[in-house]
């Protein structure tokens, strides 16, 4: 008991360390003294992934999302002298101290009744790709996330040949779609697909492959995707090429909204509850809906660059959308409001009994995308995510009733982490 008390202890304090080094950033980013704002951004992120826990997915997909659309770009735009205060990123790594301390708790035990067998998974992954190949790839943001989803179930209790092969199945897929159908946008969404299930792997596998590592591998891959797009002949042109980049330009376009609140803006509060209401709508037809409200990053675009962008969107972080429509004091309390709900679902759905965990992966599967591009992003896709997950589990609970305990089920008591934490 003693020991434990220790160990809460010692986290508290580095909350509070995390918590002061972030404090630090935004002074000295709003004195701008852009160097010591990201220093102590950089020293802020070290302390939050030495606190984020390896199997809790909601750290570790908020992390991936901090390192790639808020340090890494932070770090660019210092090297290449770009013109840019940096109290956003600031802003940015302070709500990250509270979105982790909200979710810092080892996943819970889940009560499985069923599990379908690696055939079951097969045999929908192949399914799914003949009607992606079908539908010339429509379908394929429904089907990767229905495919994720019954990974996470299947992969549970598998040896490491299947689990391996199983994995390597999901990735075939998304290989597949990059082969035949993708033309080079949404390739950040395309990429976060595979945070999950390759956590999932990698904690099951037992694979040395720490925190630390993983995060660098993410933040490398944003690099690699400015490169694929941008060709240039020195690293330090695709540097800063990738100003515009969508890694980078949501820092840039956030920066902007609090350098025009300095000026004075008049809050828009009507703006800013239609983001709300897209938060719980957004899946809703807009066939049905012909009042349905735009999304920010759409909506920004239609009334800053003109007709001939109609049907592009923009990003500006998760905060970005609320100082853009409410001002610096109350844009930052809306977007810590917003982090609160984010969070707050994750622990709810994880702990469901109801949706096995899997509702608590389907809110981390797009978590980056909500760090990203904020909350009528996230929000079209977690909630087109659960009709696939809704699907899935009646199929679950039909087959249960029908195959009872045969060769393609499994009763398990529960199922809990490998570990407590990954002290």
């Not at 004091?329 to 810590?336: E, F, H, I, R, S």
């Not at 984010?342 to 981390?364: D, E, H, P, Q, T």
């Not at 039909?398 to 570990?419: D, Y």
Request: hydrophobic content about 55%; glycine content about 10%.
């Amino acid at each position: 008991m003693r020991t434990r008390q220790v160990w809460l202890l010692s986290r508290s304090a580095l909350y509070a360390v995390a918590f002061a080094l972030s404090t630090f950033s935004v002074v000295s980013a709003f004195a701008d003294m852009a160097g010591l704002a990201v220093a102590f951004l950089v020293l802020s992120a070290i302390t939050l992934v030495k606190l984020g826990r390896y199997e809790n997915m909601f750290h570790m997909t908020w992390l991936t999302g901090h390192v790639v659309f808020c340090v890494v770009p932070s770090l660019i735009c210092l090297a290449t002298a770009f013109p840019i205060a940096f109290e956003l990123a600031a802003l940015c790594s302070a709500l990250s101290v509270l979105a982790l301390a909200l979710t810092d708790r080892p996943s819970p035990a889940i009560r499985v009744s069923w599990t379908p067998s690696p055939s079951m998974f097969t045999l929908v992954v192949v399914l799914a790709a003949g009607v992606m190949v079908a539908s010339q790839g429509a379908s394929f943001l429904f089907s990767i996330l229905l495919l994720i989803l019954l990974f996470s179930v299947t992969a549970r209790g598998q040896a490491m040949p299947v689990l391996i092969a199983l994995y390597l199945l999901l990735v075939g897929f998304i290989l597949l779609y990059a082969a035949l159908f993708w033309g080079g946008f949404g390739r950040l969404v395309l990429a976060g697909t595979l945070i999950v299930p390759t956590l999932l792997t990698i904690r099951r596998l037992r694979i040395p492959f720490g925190k630390y590592i993983f995060l660098v591998f993410c933040a490398a891959g944003g690099v690699l995707g400015t490169l694929l797009r941008i060709s240039t002949a020195t690293f330090g042109s695709v540097l800063r090429a990738s100003l515009g980049d969508s890694n980078v330009g949501p820092l840039v376009l956030g920066q902007s909204f609090i350098d025009r609140a300095r000026n004075g803006v008049m809050t828009d509060w009507s703006g800013w509850f239609d983001q709300v209401i897209l938060l719980g709508l957004a899946v809703w037809p807009r066939d049905w809906w012909r009042e349905k409200p735009q999304g920010f990053g759409a909506a920004w675009v239609a009334e800053n660059m003109g007709p001939g962008y109609l049907g592009h969107s923009i990003a500006s972080t998760f905060i970005g959308e609320h100082i853009y429509y409410l001002g610096l004091g109350w844009g930052l309390a809306a977007a810590a409001a917003a982090v609160v709900v984010i969070a707050k679902a994750y622990n709810v759905l994880m702990s469901s009994r109801y949706l096995f965990g899997l509702g608590g992966y389907l809110v981390a599967v797009y978590l980056p995308t909500f760090y990203w591009g904020g909350m009528a992003s996230f929000a079209t896709r977690f909630w087109t995510g659960l009709v696939p997950l809704a699907i899935m589990l009646a199929i679950f609970v039909l087959l249960k009733r029908s195959v009872g305990t045969g060769s393609g089920a499994r009763h398990v008591r529960a199922v809990r982490p490998l570990s407590a934490d990954d002290r």
